[in-house]
């Protein structure tokens, strides 16, 4: 299934993946798939964006300050322990979080 949405006059399409869900069970903890957006003008978790979730921080990609910001933002809003395990140098990163059940962390993150 795919959504239109009007982006400076011209219309794009989004695709969302049937069966895809951000927050997945690990052996460890708690697997989450996220969109970060360095360099805003807050820090926050914006919900859900296709396939991950969106997070904002207002820390710039420069020296891994804003993967710093997104690890404080997760284990402050979501609890546990915050490691990235998956795109360090992409806006796209997955993120293990142990010491919390996937339930706590879709309640937070998702709305």
């Avoid at 989004?14 to 996220?34: F, Q």
């Avoid at 990609?61 to 404080?72: M, Q, S």
Wanted: charged share 30%; glycine share 12%; hydrophobic share 40%.
């Amino acid at each position: 299934m795919a959504s239109l949405f009007a982006f400076g006059g011209y219309e794009r399409r989004r695709r969302y993946v049937d069966g895809m869900d951000p927050i997945s069970e690990h052996a460890d903890g708690v697997m989450v798939r996220l969109r970060v957006v360095p360099g805003a003008s807050r820090a926050e978790i914006k919900g859900r964006y296709g396939d991950t979730i969106k997070i904002r921080v207002s820390a710039p990609p420069e020296a891994g300050r804003a993967n710093r910001a997104v690890i404080d933002l997760l284990e402050r809003v979501v609890g546990g322990r915050a490691e990235i395990v998956k795109g360090r140098t992409s806006s796209s990163k997955t993120v293990l979080i142990r010491g919390v059940d996937s339930a706590t962390v879709v309640d937070v993150l998702e709305g």
